[in-house]
């Protein structure tokens, strides 16, 4: 999962990598500069401070060949793995300017990755016994977007869109503007039409009349169901009756996840797999 999603995201990710690089770094590590010749090199182990799930080896990899080749990546703790508080995760050999001016940007992404995938792990386990998948949202982070949804894959579940560019959500303000779910969907017909590669088109419904409509139009992809209750969801997924995949989202949280995805609803979204997951404290130690 991780290799696929570091080729399938390569420019993505290398965009990302490159702007922290001038957020952090900018003209040079001065204090680094200062201390250490280029010549100097050192040894460091990441070491865990809490529990959690190894999220961000591959985009620690990917910076250090970007921008710290001169430094090796030596892996302790697989990727997608549970690790607990004193666990080494990863090792660093090679060029101490590298080592300590990319410290901070692996960090960050090791941190806040290993959160995502904890949260995410956590949540798909509890509803295993169902055939229901979490998927991410757009609730993500200026600019880390590319790595918060690689975390979620790696900690179990499924990535919705990336952005509003490969896959179009018709969403209650598109219908809303326009006035109905048909008039809207001839729009976006007409707009398909004219794509040289088709892409996925989900409809966001608020109740079993709106279902009806997106019924009508058999090239959508997936229905959405909005703010409902979870009776008001088995009730939705009952009446389309596998006709076309389903996706419950709003008000789902970690207390009421089991109840939703007992439903028998294909999907779950929910924003709070990234914006609201706690980092895992993590250090690097020489050694």
């Known amino acids: 999962m991780s290799t696929d999603f570091a080729k399938t995201y390569q420019d993505q990710l290398s965009i ?23 010549t100097h090199h050192s040894s460091a182990q990441l070491i865990a401070k809490g529990d959690g ?19 090796q990546v030596i892996e302790q703790h697989n990727e997608g793995s549970p690790f607990k508080a004193g666990d080494i995760l990863l090792q660093l050999k090679g060029n101490t300017q590298s080592i300590l001016s990319l410290e901070r940007i692996a960090l960050n992404a090791l941190q ?3 959160g995502i995938a904890k949260i995410t792990q956590s949540l798909q386990q509890k509803i295993a016994h169902t055939s229901c998948q979490l998927l991410d949202t ?20 499924t990535n919705h869109r990336m952005g509003l560019y490969d896959a179009m959500m018709v969403k209650d303000n598109h219908i809303d503007f326009v006035g109905d779910i048909p008039a809207t969907l001839a729009k976006v017909k007409s707009y398909l039409d004219g794509l040289e590669h088709p892409i996925p088109v989900i409809v966001e419904t608020r109740n079993l009349e709106q279902i009806d409509h997106c019924m ?11 703010n409902m209750t979870p009776k008001e969801v088995q009730s939705a997924v009952s009446h389309i009756s596998g006709a076309v995949s389903t996706e419950a989202s709003g008000n789902i949280t970690p207390q009421n996840i089991v109840s939703y995805a007992e439903t028998g609803v294909d999907f779950l979204s929910l924003g709070f797999l990234t914006h609201s997951a706690s980092i895992v404290d993590m250090s690097l130690v020489k050694v």
């Not at 990302?16 to 280029?38: N, Y």
């Not at 139009?217 to 959405?224: H, S």
Request: contains cysteine; proline residues 4%.
């Open 16 to 38: 990302c990598i490159d702007q922290a690089i001038t957020e952090d770094i900018g003209h040079g590590d001065q204090t680094s500069l200062a201390i250490f010749d280029a």
């Open 138 to 157: 757009r609730k993500t982070t200026p600019n880390f977007r590319i790595a918060e949804k690689w975390a979620v894959a790696i900690g179990g579940g």
């Open 53 to 71: 799930v190894f999220a961000g080896l591959g985009f620690v990899q990917m910076l250090f060949e970007r921008h710290g080749p001169d430094v």
């Open 216 to 226: 009508d139009f058999p090239w959508v992809e997936r229905i959405l169901l909005d």
């Open 112 to 114: 806040r990755m290993s």
